[in-house]
């Protein structure tokens, strides 16, 4: 399984980014899909996950309205679009696959976001 996140970068507070998980090795429309993130000297957080067919998504309360969790099963790919970004959200992000109700232990190599105030 690999994993590949692109999309972050340098931003300033209330602007937007559109983080990208491009996925192989795996039937990737039968997997539940989350957005992780680390940010610095922090644990692992949850932020948000969409299920199979895209049926539904749920959000960590920090993120409800701002973020937005999406999937292409056709291509493989996993979205996050973050808007009205604050310096909190500062982190690497991770995508990762859930399978029969629990996280996998697949990773890449995640994608940095940087917010500025």
């Known amino acids: 399984v690999y994993l590949v996140e692109s999309g972050g970068g340098l931003v300033q507070a209330g602007g937007s980014l559109r983080l990208s998980c491009a996925a192989s090795g795996l039937t990737f429309s039968k997997y539940h899909m989350g957005w992780f993130r680390q940010a610095p000297g922090k644990g692992l957080e949850w932020v948000c996950d969409i299920d199979v067919g895209s049926v539904s998504s749920t959000y960590e309360d920090s993120v409800k309205g701002r973020f937005t969790i999406s999937r292409d099963d056709a291509k493989n790919m996993l979205y996050l679009q973050m808007n009205s970004l604050k310096p909190e959200d500062t982190a690497v992000y991770y995508c990762?696959?859930?399978?029969?109700?629990?996280?996998?232990?697949?990773w890449g190599q995640g994608t940095q976001v940087t917010v500025t105030s």
């Open positions: 990762r696959p859930k399978n029969g109700g629990v996280w996998t232990d697949y």
